[in-house]
């Protein structure tokens, strides 16, 4: 026993615990966080991938029926930019115009798909 712990009475052994403890349980909690954020991250960006893919298939539509076949996927496509997205595939199907939207994520691309026609 050291000179020091032998005049106070402490066993200070333990001394410098309370910080591992504390730094072991903010590694965990960013451990757990770390991995939600993402997942709300990317719902976040496929709410927003269909929305996006909703809006430029209307457009799009519009544009086929309204102004008699007029490039219902330049329509979309540019619909989609202005929506913070980014145009996958469109295509005339019959009277229905289909688009396939995608939003970037930092772990990949959130996709979603759409379909308007008239009325």
């Known amino acids: 026993m050291s000179a020091a712990a032998a ?7 333990e001394r410098g615990s309370g910080t591992v ?6 590694g965990v909690a960013a451990a757990l966080l ?11 960006a496929r709410a927003t991938a269909q929305g996006a893919a909703d809006l430029a298939a209307i457009a799009g539509a519009t544009a086929w029926h309204d102004h008699g076949g007029g ?5 979309a496509g540019r619909v989609l930019v202005e ?13 229905d115009v289909v688009v396939t939207a995608a939003v970037p994520t930092r772990v990949g691309d959130a996709r ?8």
């Open 7 to 13: 005049v106070d009475g402490a066993d200070h052994s």
């Open 21 to 26: 403890l504390v730094v072991g349980l903010l």
């Open 34 to 44: 770390i991995p939600l954020v993402l997942l709300a991250s990317i719902a976040g």
């Open 71 to 75: 490039a219902p996927c330049a329509v």
């Open 83 to 95: 929506h913070g997205a980014y145009l996958v595939s469109c295509e005339v199907s019959g009277e």
């Open 112 to 119: 979603a798909t759409a379909r308007a026609g008239p009325a």
